[in-house]
T-cell receptor
Framework: GENVEQHPSTLSVQEGDSAVIKCTYS??????FPWYKQELGKRPQLIID?????GEKKDQRIAVTLNKTAKHFSLHITETQPEDSAVYFC?????????????FGQGTRLTINP | ETGVTQSPTHLIKTRGQQVTLRCSSQ?????VSWYQQALGQGPQFIFQ???????GRGNFPPRFSGLQFPNYSSELNVNALELDDSALYLC????????????FGPGTRLTVL
């Protein structure tokens, strides 16, 4: 079945530095790739997403890149701040009839050290 | 905030019992997906409802069932609860089954003893 691998599982960076989280997906027909941020005890919040017809997307300090050939996509956070500390999940949407099913990675716990 | 609400916030049940969780989708959205998030893991797709019909299901046994009502709110029912059913249950609201963006509710934390 569809699978999404996410690395690293934990990441610690100094405030102001950049953070990069990487994901690979198994279904080459997947066409939508969102990233969610989940703070402790809260709902996953969509922070950025990219569709398969685009290679890169940026929103202020956050950017996502997609390499369809290699079947991987990455989240880049620049100028990290303490409030960026959270668990980040990547997801891919395989093409299946009917449902908009998201397949999630295992998550990355990002800690920003002041 | 997304406008997606879930109830109850927390729930404690014992093995073998049945539970019903509820979700109100965002205004204008007609599609609801349900996910199970075990501690320390990513959410796993349970099923999706579009206009009161189930239109997709993940690898969950039949004791996981659902409903969607004419106002597009939804219920998740789990029968014969097992210890492994302990998790955060999230619903996600979509404007339409063909759209991409899924907005999550705050979740219901289910503990099975």
């Amino acid at each position: 079945g569809e699978n999404v691998e996410q690395h690293p599982s934990t990441l610690s960076v100094q405030e102001g530095d950049s953070a990069v989280i990487k994901c690979t997906y198994s279904d080459s027909a997947s066409n939508y790739f969102p990233w969610y941020k989940q703070e402790l005890g809260k709902r996953p919040q969509l922070i950025i997403d990219i569709r398969s017809n685009v290679g890169e997307k940026k929103d202020q300090r956050i950017a996502v890149t997609l390499n369809k050939t290699a079947k991987h996509f990455s989240l880049h956070i620049t100028e990290t701040q303490p409030e960026d500390s959270a668990v980040y999940f990547c997801a891919a949407r395989p093409i299946i009839q009917g449902a908009q099913k998201l397949v999630f990675g295992q998550g990355t716990r990002l800690t920003i050290n002041p | 905030e997304t406008g997606v609400t879930q109830s109850p916030t927390h729930l404690i049940k014992t093995r073998g019992q049945q539970v019903t969780l509820r979700c109100s989708s965002q205004s204008g959205h007609n599609t609801v997906s349900w996910y199970q998030q075990a501690l320390g893991q990513g959410p796993q797709f349970i099923f999706q409802y579009y206009r009161e019909e189930e239109n997709g299901r993940g690898n969950f046994p039949p004791r996981f069932s659902g409903l969607q009502f004419p106002n597009y709110s939804s219920e998740l029912n789990v029968n014969a609860l097992e210890l492994d059913d302990s998790a955060l249950y999230l619903c996600a609201s979509l404007r339409d089954f063909s759209t991409d963006t899924q907005y999550f509710g705050p979740g219901t934390r289910l503990t099975v003893l």
